[in-house]
Nanobody, 122 residues
Framework: QVQLVESGGGLVQAGGSLRLSCAASGRTFSSYAMGWFRQAPGKEREVVAVIGWMYGNTYYAASVKGRFTISRDSANDTVYLQMNRLKPEDTAVYSC???????????????WGQGTQVTVSS
């Protein structure tokens, strides 16, 4: 059983930065892969970044690679998404997810947070 709560979203000007946090509870958190996904109105949900639980292997969508960084702090049961050089097209609801295996597919994840809104103005 894993519960996830996102925070850190908000309004930011293009070129600015935000750091999203996903606080997890549950004894099994450290054994799950963690992913960040986003969905804009009228668009399909897409993967943003994924990090494994054992070796910290990471995956980034081509649209964010070089700008975003995913990390996790097992001691504090938290996963982060550092977002730099934000663009208007990054505007979306961002959700964190936990799953038993490393995957870039949302269907592989068992637990989801409520999501946090990120809005980037031009």
């Amino acid at each position: 059983q894993v519960q996830l709560v996102e925070s850190g979203g908000g309004l930011v000007q293009a070129g600015g930065s935000l750091r999203l946090s996903c606080a997890a509870s549950g004894r099994t958190f450290s054994s799950y892969a963690m992913g960040w996904f986003r969905q804009a109105p009228g668009k399909e949900r897409e993967v943003v970044a994924v990090i494994g639980w054992m070796y910290g292997n990471t995956y980034y969508a081509a649209s964010v690679k070089g700008r975003f960084t995913i990390s996790r702090d097992s001691a504090n049961d938290t996963v982060y998404l550092q977002m730099n050089r934000l663009k208007p097209e990054d505007t979306a609801v961002y959700s964190c997810a936990a799953g038993p295996v490393w995957s870039a597919s949302s269907t592989a994840y068992d637990y989801w947070g409520q999501g946090t809104q990120v809005t980037v103005s031009s």
